[in-house]
């Protein structure tokens, strides 16, 4: 997983509530495991004209087109537990989110693929929200070593972390990462097992 120290980057505005994993990637794009190509399926039917054309939406105009962040309305990621949510998400580029709340499922998928989900009182997201509609000009900074965002008028909030999910962010620890740092221990038991009680790995 790649690690994440800090970003900056351009914002892009969603102000909508509720939304969720299904909007941010439709179901007929779950038929695959791989965690590369589902930005094409990334809020499909909120970019996508039923007779395929493009509508006006904000990650598809060139202000955003390169956003790294968004900044959303409340309750984001609700819904269906779909772990290709993230995946969208990531496969696009974006890399932090910013919303006053976030389903509990969704929000630990975060995590555990890379991005950065920070969670702010409402006074706060309207500020963010209103820097992000300048466009190209809205670069938001992230710092999650300080855990401070700087808005592009170079105000900056500080925001609060799990002290385990930080760490993991800043080291690029997934599940199995975090496995492989206990691999050495994990060799010691196996080894000290296979003397013990050899049956169970087919020793005569």
């Known amino acids: 997983m790649e690690k994440f120290t800090t970003l900056s980057g351009v914002a892009a505005p969603l102000p909508m509530v509720n939304v969720d994993t299904d909007m941010i ?3 007929q794009f779950l038929k695959t495991i791989k965690r ?3 930005k094409e399926g990334l809020f ?33 990621g609700c819904g269906s537990s779909r772990e290709h949510a993230p995946w969208a998400l990531l496969d696009f580029g974006i890399r932090c989110i910013i919303s006053e709340d976030f389903a509990d499922i969704f929000y630990n998928n975060c995590f555990k693929n890379g991005i950065l989900p920070i969670k702010m009182p409402k006074e706060i997201i309207a500020k963010l929200m ?71 790995h087919g020793a005569a």
């Open 25 to 27: 990637i439709p179901k």
């Open 36 to 38: 590369t190509g589902l």
């Open 44 to 76: 499909y039917e909120m970019r996508w004209t039923a007779d395929g054309q493009k509508k006006d939406f904000v990650l598809d105009q060139p202000a955003y087109q390169n956003a790294k962040i968004i900044v959303a309305g409340p309750n984001f």
């Open 130 to 200: 209103d820097d992000a509609s300048r466009g190209s000009n809205a670069i938001i900074e992230v710092d999650l070593e300080k855990q401070e965002i700087k808005g592009p008028d170079g105000g900056t909030v500080r925001f609060e972390i799990d002290p385990f999910r930080k760490k993991c962010l800043m080291e690029g620890l997934d599940d199995i990462g975090l496995t492989m740092e206990k691999k050495s221990d994990i060799d010691d038991f196996e080894r000290r097992q296979s003397e013990s009680q050899p049956w169970l």
